[in-house]
């Protein structure tokens, strides 16, 4: 034993290997860690350079009889994608190995200069529908009310261009955002009810402009509007511990489940509505994204937890 822990210590030791920092190589200039199967681009859209990420789906593998079959994948568009694009496309393909989700080709759109885009906020401008985040007193001074431009982007100029190169199944096309994000979702669903086939909405800023999205879905609702679009809406069930109380994060996830309990013919084709315990504003995306997906579009059969 202790002659072949020798032989097996010398080994490591010609390879650099020991441990004891032996080698003097120097270590290799970093690089961005490459996404499997992933590609980006950039586009020009008004005084921004947008950086859209392209991840596509996995093979069948023969070995991996859980697997679906057959299927075109799921386009699947997440905003925020320098957070939020490398955790749906994981989770994605993870789901797609155990067969508990299609193949899924996700499109992730952010900012090509990150830091340039945050310090200027200017997510808050292309995210929302108003002018002014009212309802919110410490939020940002960033003028807001770019929703409907970026909505135009993303269903006129990106969409025709993924669909034109892709195979994808663009019936069952998905929307995914998280807090701004979340509320753009659920934003488009309102305004563009039809535009995709399927909403996740993850923590939604429901506060913004004093709960604007939130007042209209329920006008549509009272006034017999059907959304014929899937939707999954979460929230973290301790969110309101450390967000602003008049942001009333989880309060106004519960508001829009009533919303949907009373006006169930309003979602012939599904809404799922949840407060997710445990999790907070920042801890809630990983389960969201796996319970929406699995919701939403995961076979009738594969969609509890033991299939």
């Known amino acids: ?171 069952r096309s998905m929307l995914i955002g998280h807090s701004l994000g979340g509320m753009f979702a659920l934003d488009t669903m309102v305004e563009e009810p039809e535009a995709f086939g399927n909403y996740l909405s993850i923590s939604p800023s429901l506060w913004f402009d004093n709960n604007l999205v939130l007042r209209l879905i329920k006008q549509k609702l009272e006034s017999g509007t059907v959304f014929e679009s899937r939707v999954a809406v979460f929230a973290g069930e301790q969110e309101e511990r450390i967000s602003p109380p008049e942001t009333h994060m989880t309060s106004n996830t519960l508001e829009f489940a009533r919303l949907v309990a009373e006006h169930r013919n309003g979602f012939p084709n599904g809404a799922c509505v949840c407060v997710l315990p445990g999790t907070t504003h920042h801890t809630i995306v990983g389960t969201a994204v796996t319970r929406g997906l699995r919701y939403l579009i995961a076979p009738e059969d594969r969609r509890s937890e033991t299939f």
């Open 1 to 171: 034993m202790y002659a072949s822990r020798r032989s097996l210590l010398g080994m490591l030791a010609m390879l650099g290997f020991t441990g004891r920092g032996s080698s003097k190589e120097k270590p290799a200039a970093s690089k961005p860690w490459p996404l499997y199967r992933s590609e980006s681009f950039t586009l020009t859209w008004r005084d921004r350079v947008l950086l859209i990420g392209i991840a596509r789906p996995l093979d069948v593998d023969p070995d991996l009889p859980l697997m679906l079959r057959g299927l075109k994948p799921v386009p699947i568009y997440v905003t925020d994608a320098s957070m939020n694009f490398p955790i749906v496309t994981s989770i994605a393909r993870q789901m797609q190995w155990g067969g508990e989700a299609p193949p899924c080709l996700v499109v992730g759109i952010d900012y090509l200069d990150f830091e340039q885009s945050y310090k200027g906020d200017w997510r808050v401008r292309e995210l929302t529908p108003t002018a002014g985040p009212r309802g919110y007193q410490s939020a940002s001074p960033a003028t807001g009310g770019g929703a409907g431009e970026f909505r135009s982007f993303l269903l006129k100029t990106l969409r025709p261009m993924i669909e034109q190169r892709f195979d994808v199944d663009a019936g």
